[in-house]
């Protein structure tokens, strides 16, 4: 008797050590980041240093004696980190529209298939890409780029920008104008050296460049009103063998993101600590009233630019075949995300707002009311950025600043007629009689507000001059 | 052939050396190779430098040529200092210098083209001289073509077109079998008198040395000296069958005993005109 | 005579039946996306994949832009580098005084890979073409310059010694002398050069695309396009070989003296 039921204990102990081991099993999360593509940051950057994947990933259930092998892989272009997902190399990648259905077509012509997950950041107007010319070139818009040469990352969401831009100018892109490839890398050099005419280029690229000194922006990619974005994706067997997985790094995505809306400029300066690129720049995108929205709803605009992408791949005869839509762009898990995270999904997909700026004027005190005039000031040494209700508050506070001895980083400005926030050094503006100061992309834009409002017209160191002018003799 | 042939310029091509030395290698590797040697030859005389392995011969020959600089002492030509390379002066090595990519005939021209003459009129001198060396039917021929005694003789008419004063010969006929040799010898002594040149001819060979030179002159082993002159008495023009005379094997027995070094370490390896040792065939 | 004859034939049977099993072999991994654990065939394209796109290519009204401008660059690259190579080589191995000056500031420059130089090149030029053609041209400047230099350093010493005998002048010696002297290794050296400009070809088209097979290559990169890459590579890989073997012919030609002695191939 004691035999046997030592034994069945044995066997039992035996047994149970036997299924402990076949669910002691490691679960590999590859990720494939771009980190200097600071609009997929709530994707890549912001997870990993942060390490909220390791706070969402699942450890209970099916999950509870896995290890995780947390790999994190940093690319420049969204084509490398797809090579490296068809290779089996990496799980989640991030990209744009165009890179994306891409590769969703590389993992048909593979045998398998990947899923779009979820939005990141994009702008359904088209900010995030931008056509640039060097500082030297007296180009002033698009319209005077005809007949010459523009470059652009191939098959990129900006080529797909640049396709909808001299389309709409009327022109033939085979024959108006000469677009040649070029990655980002290279362009900055050649827009150094003057040696190429102008150059669209997808985010941060389009304000960067502008920001470092040797270009300028003469397009953005509003004015072709043509969604873009940035996204994630998935191989698609991965996400069915492992949902919980997926949903819990769209969680660390949706907590990225709720970060970055309470400290946009925290979180700017870590982007540009471990990108390189600098906050002025990251905060133009994800700041209040950025130029880009992070935004985590597959709004249709959104979806219309996937299947825009394709269509403009296949028509420049670099893609073969199409892909089905609405099972490439994948719904289902953030949902599910926006869910565990005590969210409202379909409230956030209705919401077309940019990120809300709630607050005073840094001078006057007074609530900010209206977005389109709404100026900013990064002060050197501040942590936080200064908001202002208009230009001219800003510019004036500029001087009282100066006296005090202080250095700015920035000064941002809203468009008047776009809303989109521009550096206020590259922008145009127009003074009124009474003072007030209405900031434009486009010297263009500037003249024809002038002349159906009045005004003067002024570059920004003329605006600096007007208001500086303006307030001698007051305290 | 005719009076304007025998060009002979018998009053040229005096030697003086005059308490030469010549140091060789250099910083801890320096030695000296020759040593205070002064030597006098007539305009027109044939002199075999005979010695040792490594005495210096080659060296002092190179001194000669104008390769190599002496440490002390003063060499002259006709009077006029040593001063660097000269067709005047012209240079045969043991292993032919021809330039492999030009034909004979190019080769020959070669230094008639240095003096600025034209195409026609040095092909033509070229094709002379080669016709005097034996070789008229392969002027077109390059060297690779070429048999080792053929080499030679190109390499020997190659000098001679310039009409040198000095015709310095280094060896030139050890590489080539025994055979070929003995007919060079003869077509040297034949070229010889009709192309009246001071000849200095370095050689082991003491059979060859008694047959071609007027005057044989014995060097000392590292570092080298005069050991002795030997005037040879034979009648010109010479016959291969000198050999067989009495005063041939007393001379040989003599030469023998002033080269029968005491051994003390191995032989010494041959020097070069240019200065350094183990001068070797062109690899290519 | 006939037994040469027969070894010839056969020998060449064999290049071909071994050439031809490769491509079996790679067809089959291919096709059966055979994963070896240390290398895996799963997403390699297969011969016949490749051989598809490649007649497209072979097909497409481009193909002519793409093969003129890529030997547009590696001619000008290559060309400028030969004539400098050359000319530097002659001058470093004849004089000393050369040597110290020109060489360390080319040592060091040697080993930089041609990814590198594409900042500085993109900076340093006025157009594209021309940054591109710059690094074609270093690609190609090394192997020719040093090969020259070790063909001048290593001309007969005799031989210069007799032409200075002879009468020859420092330039006549230089013309007729040190170049037929050192034309052998400078002919290995423009052979590799050429082949070396070419792998530099698929980098300096990275510079500005639009065409060129280099860029072609690259753009089957930037789309996924596999087998198109596979073309773009062995393309290249022909016109470098191809060249480079032209330009060996050419030399052989032009030193007639040097090939058949002692050759053994």
């Given at each position: 008797m004691r035999r046997k039921s030592l034994f069945s204990v044995l066997l039992l102990a035996a047994s149970s050590v036997v299924t402990a081991a076949q669910s002691a099993e490691t679960v590999r999360v590859a990720v494939g980041t771009q980190?200097?593509?600071?609009?997929t940051a709530t994707g890549g950057l912001i997870i990993r240093e942060l390490k909220l994947l390791e706070k969402y990933l699942p450890k209970d259930g099916?999950?509870?004696d896995v290890t995780y092998d947390i790999q994190w892989r940093n690319f420049t272009t969204g084509a490398a980190i797809t090579n490296d997902q068809i290779a089996g190399k990496v799980d989640f990648g991030v990209m744009a529209d165009f890179p994306g259905s891409l590769n969703g077509v590389a993992h048909e012509k593979a045998g398998r298939k990947s899923i779009f997950?979820?939005?990141?950041q994009g702008s359904v107007k088209g900010s995030g890409n931008g056509i640039v010319v060097p500082?030297?070139?007296?180009?002033?818009?698009?319209?005077?780029?005809?007949?010459k040469t523009i470059s652009v990352p191939f098959a990129s969401t900006s080529h797909g920008l640049l396709l909808r831009a001299v389309k709409a100018q009327g022109w033939?892109?085979?024959?108006?104008v000469k677009i040649i490839a070029q990655t980002p890398e290279v362009a900055g050099s050649a827009l150094q050296s003057n040696q190429i005419e102008a150059h669209a280029d997808f985010v941060p690229f389009a304000e960067l460049f502008p920001w470092r000194g040797f270009a300028r922006k003469?397009?953005?990619?509003s004015q072709a009103n043509g969604p873009t974005f940035h996204g994630a994706l998935v191989d698609a067997a991965y996400a069915e063998k492992y949902p919980e997985i997926v949903v819990a790094y769209l969680q660390a995505a949706l907590e990225a993101d709720r970060l970055f809306a309470e400290e946009p400029e925290k979180y700017s300066e870590l982007i540009a600590k471990v990108a390189g690129v600098e906050a002025e720049v990251n905060y133009l995108f994800h700041?209040?009233?950025?130029?880009q929205t992070r935004d985590l709803t597959w709004k249709p605009e959104y979806r219309q630019a996937v299947g825009t992408s394709i269509e403009t791949l296949k028509l420049l005869k670099k893609a073969d075949q199409g892909i089905d839509i609405d099972t490439f762009v994948n719904e289902r898990f953030i949902k599910e995300a926006f869910k565990a995270s005590g969210l409202d999904y379909d409230a956030r997909l209705k919401s077309y707002d940019q990120l809300a700026l709630k607050a005073?004027?840094?001078?006057?005190g007074e609530e900010i009311k209206d977005p389109k005039r709404v100026a900013q000031i990064w002060v050197k040494d501040e942590p936080l950025v200064r908001h202002y209700a208009s230009a001219e508050n800003a510019l004036k506070a500029l001087k009282t600043l100066e006296a005090e001895g202080k250095t700015i980083r920035v000064l941002y400005a809203q468009d008047r007629n776009s809303g989109i926030k521009l550096l206020g050094a590259q922008a145009w503006f127009v003074r009124s009689e009474s003072g007030e100061v209405s900031a434009f992309l486009l010297k263009e834009q500037a003249e024809a507000w002038a002349k159906t409002n009045g005004g003067k017209v002024l570059d920004y160191p003329g605006a600096r001059a007007a208001v500086l002018a303006s307030t001698k003799g007051h305290p | 052939m005719s009076g304007r042939e025998r060009?002979?310029?018998?009053?040229?091509?005096r030697i003086e050396a005059v308490n030469v030395s010549i140091r060789l290698g250099q910083g801890a590797h320096a030695f000296e190779a020759v040593q205070d040697v002064s030597i006098a030859v007539e305009p027109g005389e044939l002199v075999c430098l005979i010695g040792p392995s490594g005495c210096g011969k080659s060296t002092l020959l190179g001194a000669l040529a104008g390769h190599i600089a002496p440490a002390s002492g003063r060499l002259l030509v006709d009077g006029a200092p040593v001063k660097g390379p000269h067709p005047d002066r012209g240079i045969v090595f043991q292993h032919h210098t021809l330039?492999?990519?030009?034909s004979a005939r190019d080769n020959v021209a070669f230094g008639p083209k240095m003096r600025g003459v034209g195409k026609a009129d040095r092909r033509r001198q070229a094709g002379e001289i080669l016709e005097l060396v034996g070789l008229g039917d392969f002027a077109d021929r390059y060297p690779k073509q070429l048999s080792g005694g053929m080499q030679q003789r190109v390499e020997i008419a190659r000098v001679l077109v310039n009409r040198p004063r000095l015709l310095l010969m280094d060896e030139?006929?050890?590489?080539?079998?025994a055979l070929t040799r003995m007919m060079m010898q003869e077509l040297l002594l034949d070229i010889w008198s009709r192309v009246r040149t001071t000849v200095v001819f370095v050689t082991h060979d003491i059979d060859e040395a008694l047959f071609l030179a007027d005057r044989i002159i014995v060097m000392t082993p590292?570092?080298?000296?005069?050991l002795e002159e030997i005037r040879v008495p034979f009648e010109r023009p010479?016959?291969?069958?000198?050999?067989?005379a009495p005063e041939f094997g007393t001379l040989k027995r003599h030469c023998l005993e002033l080269l029968r070094?005491?051994?003390?370490?191995a032989p010494l390896p041959r020097l070069s005109p240019l200065g350094f040792e183990a001068d070797h065939a062109p690899s290519s | 005579m006939a037994l040469t004859a027969h070894s010839g034939a056969s020998r060449w049977i064999l290049r071909l039946v071994s050439i031809a099993a490769c491509l079996l072999v790679w067809q089959a991994a291919a096709r059966l996306r055979l994963n070896l654990g240390v290398v895996t065939f799963a997403n390699v394209p297969a011969p016949t994949d490749v051989l598809e796109a490649a007649i497209a290519l072979a097909q497409s009204p481009k193909l002519l832009d793409h093969v003129t401008s890529s030997l547009g660059r590696v001619g000008m690259g290559y060309g400028i580098a030969a004539v400098v190579g050359i000319a530097l080589g002659l001058a470093v191995g004849r004089s000393r005084r050369a040597e110290d000056v020109l060489l360390p500031p080319l040592e060091i420059l040697r080993p930089i890979p041609a990814v590198a130089w594409i900042p500085l090149a993109v900076l340093m030029f006025p157009s594209s073409e021309a940054s591109m053609i710059y690094i074609t041209f270093i690609g190609a400047l090394f192997p020719i310059l040093l090969n020259t230099i070790h063909g001048v350093e290593n001309v007969d010493p005799r031989l210069i010694a007799s032409a200075q005998s002879l009468g020859g002048t420092r330039g006549a010696i230089l013309r007729e002398v040190i170049l037929p002297g050192a034309a052998p290794s400078i002919v290995t050296g423009l052979a590799i050069g050429m082949g070396t400009s070419w792998f530099c070809l698929v980098t300096a088209e990275m510079i500005s695309g639009q065409f060129g097979i280099g860029y072609y290559t690259w753009e089957s990169y930037t789309l996924q396009n596999y087998p198109d890459i596979v073309v773009g590579m062995v393309l290249i890989g022909l016109l470098g070989m191809g060249s480079s073997v032209l330009l060996r012919a050419i030399g052989t030609r032009l030193t007639p003296w040097h090939s058949a002695a002692g050759a053994r191939r």
């Open positions: 980190d200097t593509t600071i609009n099916k999950y509870k997950i979820t939005v990141l500082s030297a070139s007296p180009v002033q818009s698009l319209s005077e780029l005809k007949g033939d892109p085979e024959k108006d003469i397009y953005d990619g700041g209040p009233l950025g130029l005073k004027d840094a001078a006057t | 060009l002979a310029r018998p009053e040229l091509g330039f492999p990519w030009k030139p006929f050890g590489a080539l079998d590292r570092p080298g000296r005069i010479r016959a291969t069958d000198i050999v067989a070094v005491r051994p003390d370490g | -």
